[in-house]
């Protein structure tokens, strides 16, 4: 049996309790550290909180070798876990049809996440978003300006006066053999900021830096503005408004601090 | 101080620790019981489960009165209890904003969401979905046909290629001071897939069942096939995917019972 264990937004005590109790009961523990991570709990915290060794994986190891996760889930209870929800990323869903395909049993314990996070904290309404995007970094983006992906997903959801939730690039040890198996590197929401600036510099924007932490920042201002200011440690999230109804906009200005202009309901 | 909490999904049980170690240190705490609730574990086993007094809330009784809840925050350590996220509701931001203007510390612990749970369960991709729609009981919308606030949603979202996730009406007690105050009724996949069909009969639909439980089930097919099975017990869910991706289709025919055709890859 195959258990996908959310390990929620922030620390040890961020999972659920079902979770807690698949994951204490597991035969062996894998944990990928790719998609996201915990900002506020390492792998040590982890295994002494729930009494259990936990493996590490990255990226080659979990999507191109797969075999010692599939191979251990024949013959015992397995956990697989992933900071937020354990099926948000694409490659995850890839780990799970392996696992059918060999008639291996699956099972899903759910873990919050850092889209009901951008809308809870934000107090903008979850069903006036838009779809998603990643913002890269530019060097992983290759090429001049932002990526289409991007200003696509901003530019329709706007048309439509939706919100999007921009997730901020992370690379974790993208290169095991080689000297950067170790580097761990975050977007934080300045440089996102920074980087949207050049064609959404005048938008307001709303930065919600550590959620699920016991005091997560949220800030609302102009994306030109967002660019100069700091928020600690990660991780960042950044949303883009569109159009605000009253009680959004009321939101962000005691919520946010956001400017009384910018937040003006529609 | 208030603090508001989301239960998760399902039961006792999908309450983060953060959030059980919060409501276990409340001087006082509310539940509402109007806007989703835990199909899995009624008040008394929350009670038992975390050793305190939990006084439920019907809609009338936050909104129109909020008093209670307000003023025991003041003076106290109050928790707020809601299913699923605590803020994914509109209602509860005014909440929080009241409690700001009167100067009460809010704080949010998050839940797992239907949302993430209809992404994770289906393998359809979360930064694919279009915003959410609810659909209303027929008595409640009060006119002929789907509402345009339903079809303008999946019409735009299906134009854009991208998944919807249909939330089902739930009536708890909307009548406190009259004969139906404990009245409590859920919209079935199956009402709502032969609802839809109306307009969509030949649109593939996914049926989320129990999201967050042990067993939840998951069955794709066109709608109008959908509205003649049975899916047991509430909550459900419903989701109408937009354009396919190859792992989507071979999600949805492995773990939805999704037929080949309508899941071809786009």
């Known amino acids: 049996m195959l258990t996908f264990i959310g390990l929620g937004l922030y620390d040890e005590r961020s999972i659920t309790i079902e979770g807690r109790d698949a994951l204490r009961g597991a035969d062996r523990a894998f944990m990928e550290r790719y998609t996201s991570r915990l900002s506020g709990a390492d792998r040590g915290t982890l295994e002494a909180e729930h009494g259990i060794e936990i493996e590490t994986r990255d990226r080659a190891g979990v999507e191109r070798d ?36 060999r008639g291996i049993g699956t099972r899903i314990v759910h873990g919050t996440t850092a889209e009901a996070a951008a809308s809870s904290l934000t107090g903008l309404q979850n069903y006036r978003f838009g779809p998603a995007t990643t913002l890269p970094f530019p060097y992983a983006h290759r090429a001049d300006g932002l990526p289409a992906s991007v200003t696509n997903t901003l530019d329709d959801n706007r048309d439509r006066g939706l919100h999007t939730l921009v997730y901020l690039d992370i690379k974790v040890g993208e290169d095991p053999a080689g000297e950067e ?86």
């Not at 761990?184 to 996102?192: I, R, W």
């Open 66 to 101: 797969p075999e010692a996760i599939l191979s251990a889930a024949e013959g015992g209870n397995v956990a697989f876990l992933t900071a937020g929800d354990p099926m948000i990323s694409t490659t995850h869903v890839d780990l799970r049809l392996r696992a059918a395909d």
């Open 181 to 266: 198996a170790d580097r761990e590197e975050y977007m934080t929401a300045d440089v996102a900021a920074g980087l949207l600036s050049a064609e959404y510099g005048d938008v307001l924007g709303v930065v919600v830096a550590r959620a699920g932490s016991p005091e997560p920042r949220v800030e609302a201002a102009a994306l030109s503005e967002l660019a100069d200011r700091e928020f600690g440690d990660p991780l960042h999230l950044l949303v883009v408004p569109g159009d605000l109804h009253q009680l959004e906009s009321e939101a962000l200005r005691t919520f946010a601090d956001a400017p009384t202009e910018p937040t003006e309901p529609v």
